[in-house]
């Protein structure tokens, strides 16, 4: 069952399995969390990846936000963590590396919320941000159909036209590749990658474990040639650059 935030706010990880520790692996190398010494995990959650950096042998200090005071609560079990919209309670240049993880896409404003990611990262650091791909064949997130929530995956959503699109899932963007990049213009950073993701299949190995493993294995696969544009996930990665 979604939990009574799921509208608003989406459900963030809750257990460690393959997916997270795929996307793990992707954070620590892109966001070159090896030799992060601070680093901020912008709406944490529950905390899952916060823990995971608090960790890291090398990090001084990591620090999770979260707009929801009961998430926040289960997620300074594993972290520090402030409660915190899109303005950020942090002085400028205090961050090596920044981790947004599926959370623009549920913020009042995103391009605020980048303009406080890069303000808050120093030169040289890095941002690494995940994000629903608008040409993902599922909407993820749930629509609304006669006044109603509907928690689930729906398919074609996302290939409606914009307004229609909107109007169905109004509580949660999806982007272009265009879209998400347009968030950081005029901003001091330089883009270091850009690629999608596709699932791991988790759920689907759990029920049906031969057709999950085989769903994963052509996922990996499809991430390495041109059919990664319509993955789950745009994983961008941006570096701030000395003013």
């Known amino acids: 069952?979604?939990?009574?935030?799921?509208?608003?706010?989406?459900?963030?990880?809750?257990?460690?399995?393959?997916?997270?520790?795929?996307r793990w692996r992707l954070i620590v190398e892109w966001g070159r969390l090896q030799t992060a010494a601070?680093?901020?995990?912008?709406?944490?959650g529950v905390g899952l990846y916060l823990g995971?950096?608090?960790?890291?042998?090398?990090?001084?200090?990591?620090?999770?936000?979260?707009?929801?005071?009961?998430?926040?609560?289960?997620?300074?079990?594993r972290g520090h963590v402030v409660q915190a919209d899109e303005r950020?309670?942090?002085p400028d240049n205090t961050f090596d590396a920044v981790l947004s993880h599926e959370v623009l896409e549920h913020v009042g404003d995103d391009r605020l919320a980048v303009q406080e990611i890069v303000r808050v990262l120093r030169a040289g650091g890095?941002?690494?941000i995940f994000v629903p791909n608008r040409l993902?064949?599922?909407?993820?997130?749930?629509?609304?159909?006669?006044?109603?929530y509907h928690f689930g995956n729906i398919p074609l959503v996302n290939y409606l036209p914009t307004p229609l699109?909107?109007?169905?899932?109004?509580?949660?963007?999806a982007y272009t590749v265009r879209s998400l990049r347009r968030l950081f213009d005029g901003l001091p950073v330089r883009v270091v990658h850009h690629s999608q993701v596709f699932p791991a299949f988790d759920n689907v190995i759990a029920r049906r474990p031969l057709v999950g493993r085989l769903l994963r294995a052509s996922a990996r696969f499809a991430e390495r040639t041109p059919a990664r544009i319509i993955g789950?996930?745009?994983?961008?990665?941006?570096?701030?650059v000395a003013p």
């Open 232 to 240: 789950l996930s745009h994983l961008l990665v941006v570096e701030k």
């Open 165 to 173: 699109r909107n109007r169905l899932a109004p509580h949660v963007r």
């Open 38 to 44: 601070t680093v901020l995990d912008h709406g944490t």
């Open 52 to 77: 995971q950096m608090s960790a890291l042998p090398n990090v001084q200090l990591a620090v999770g936000t979260e707009y929801e005071f009961e998430r926040a609560q289960q997620a300074a079990q």
């Open 136 to 148: 993902w064949l599922f909407e993820t997130h749930g629509i609304y159909w006669r006044g109603e």
């Open 1 to 22: 069952m979604p939990s009574k935030f799921a509208a608003q706010l989406g459900e963030p990880s809750y257990v460690w399995r393959a997916g997270q520790a795929f």
């Open 126 to 128: 890095r941002a690494v």
């Open 88 to 90: 950020l309670p942090f």
